[in-house]
């Protein structure tokens, strides 16, 4: 599976300048390649970002989640979510689960990794919990 150089660039921009909250990658069968699907802005939400993800198909996905401590310290997670809901296509849902990992190593930068079949698995406090 090759991945477009966009893809690498645009998750750089993300997290050196975080310039992007997120980014949804899609995989374009026809070329056999990782390509972007679209990018959020710094500001964006965490609800604009679950509304970029279709519901019956798969994708990768990145989400800079900022967060607050216990001791009141400002953090921020980089979450890597790979989403493959049970409506999607076989054939799909194989594409993405056995390129995944090389797609992942591409991304240096990385913390947290989740695997979603259903939007209840990636909800706010999910990702909450899985960041501290």
Request: charged share 30%; aromatic share 12%.
């Given at each position: 599976?090759?991945?477009?150089?966009?893809?690498?660039?645009?998750?750089?921009?993300?997290?050196?300048?975080?310039?992007?909250?997120?980014?949804?990658?899609?995989?374009?069968?026809?070329?056999?390649?990782?390509?972007?699907?679209?990018?959020?802005?710094?500001?964006?939400?965490?609800?604009?970002?679950?509304?970029?993800?279709?519901?019956?198909?798969?994708?990768?996905?990145?989400?800079?989640?900022?967060?607050?401590?216990?001791?009141?310290?400002?953090?921020?997670?980089?979450?890597?979510?790979?989403w493959s809901p049970d409506?999607?296509?076989?054939?799909?849902?194989?594409?993405?689960?056995?390129?995944?990992?090389?797609?992942?190593?591409?991304?240096?930068?990385?913390?947290?990794?989740?695997?979603?079949?259903?939007?209840?698995?990636?909800?706010?406090?999910?990702?909450?919990?899985?960041?501290?």
């Amino acid at each position: 599976m090759a991945i477009h150089d966009d893809c690498k660039l645009k998750f750089l921009d993300l997290k050196t300048k975080r310039k992007f909250r997120f980014i949804v990658f899609k995989i374009d069968e026809n070329i056999q390649q990782v390509t972007v699907e679209r990018v959020g802005g710094h500001d964006e939400t965490y609800n604009n970002f679950l509304a970029a993800i279709p519901a019956n198909e798969c994708r990768y996905a990145v989400y800079d989640f900022d967060f607050t401590t216990d001791e009141n310290c400002q953090k921020s997670k980089i979450f890597f979510i790979a989403w493959s809901p049970d409506s999607s296509r076989i054939r799909s849902k194989m594409l993405y689960a056995s390129s995944r990992d090389r797609f992942k190593r591409e991304l240096d930068g990385i913390q947290v990794e989740l695997q979603a079949t259903d939007p209840s698995e990636m909800s706010i406090d999910i990702i909450k919990a899985r960041a501290i």
